[in-house]
T-cell receptor, first 113, second 116 residues
Framework: QQQVKQSPQSLIVQKGGISIINCAYE??????FPWYQQFPGKGPALLIA?????SEKKEGRFTISFNKSAKQFSLHIMDSQPGDSATYFC????????????FGEGTQLTVNP | GAVVSQHPSWVICKSGTSVKIECRSL??????MFWYRQFPKQSLMLMAT?????????EQGVEKDKFLINHASLTLSTLTVTSAHPEDSSFYIC????????????FGQGTRLTVV
């Protein structure tokens, strides 16, 4: 059973625009929510992560918004650049379970120049 | 940041042969390593979790006799695909976590396996 649902499946944004990817989870025991960026033929790389005790976290052009009551979190990429074109995965884990990550289905982002 | 090195990056093997993939944590001790499989345009599917010195825990539906995992040291885990068949062709990715930042998992660059 998929416990983390991610949308949209694909996203096309113009350079300079805002990319928004959404995720929803079911397991209320999850307590760590990372986002990963993956380029073709490469392994995922951690982009930014959040814990449920805060509602927002910002690192450069990347922001996570977290809504604990709705069990939703989203990634916002400001001033999107062609170099941001990649597949993005949200994930969730429960630290006490040995940090097994449950991944969303992924979003293929294309930023047009 | 912590570095996880996976080798080889790609491998082509004949059907019926075995292939070993290595995953090394270069600058930290990996107490736990994870092995994933990823099909084109799909998400990562966890295959197994291994802790140093103990047997791997396999996810439901993953054949442990076909995908042998060894985590003999704090810096090395190996995945051996035994008697490989074309349907085993996939992108295999390892990740490691340990002494750097407790919750963060660091990923290798992946191994593209093609069985012909």
């Amino acid at each position: 059973q998929q416990q983390v649902k991610q949308s949209p499946q694909s996203l096309i944004v113009q350079k300079g625009g805002i990319s928004i990817i959404n995720c929803a989870y079911e397991n209320t025991a999850f307590d760590y929510f990372p986002w990963y960026q993956q380029f073709p033929g490469k392994g995922p790389a951690l982009l930014i992560a959040i814990r449920p005790d805060v509602s927002e976290k910002k690192e450069g052009r990347f922001t996570i918004s977290f809504n604990k009551s709705a069990k939703q979190f989203s990634l916002h990429i400001m001033d999107s650049q062609p170099g941001d074109s990649a597949t993005y995965f949200c994930a969730a884990t429960q630290e006490t379970s040995g940090s097994r990550l449950t991944f969303g289905e992924g979003t293929q982002l294309t930023v047009n120049p | 940041g912590a570095v996880v090195s996976q080798h080889p990056s790609w491998v082509i093997c004949k059907s019926g042969t075995s292939v070993k993939i290595e995953c090394r944590s270069l600058d930290f001790q990996a107490t736990t390593m994870f092995w994933y499989r990823q099909f084109p345009k799909q998400s990562l599917m966890l295959m197994a979790t291994s802790n140093e010195g103990s047997k791997a825990t396999y996810e439901q539906g993953v054949e442990k006799d076909k995908f042998l995992i060894n985590h003999a040291s704090l810096t090395l885990s190996t995945l051996t695909v035994t008697s490989a068949h074309p349907e085993d062709s996939s992108f295999y990715i390892c990740s490691a976590m340990g002494t750097v930042r407790d919750t963060e998992a660091f990923f290798g660059q992946g191994t593209r396996l093609t069985v012909v």
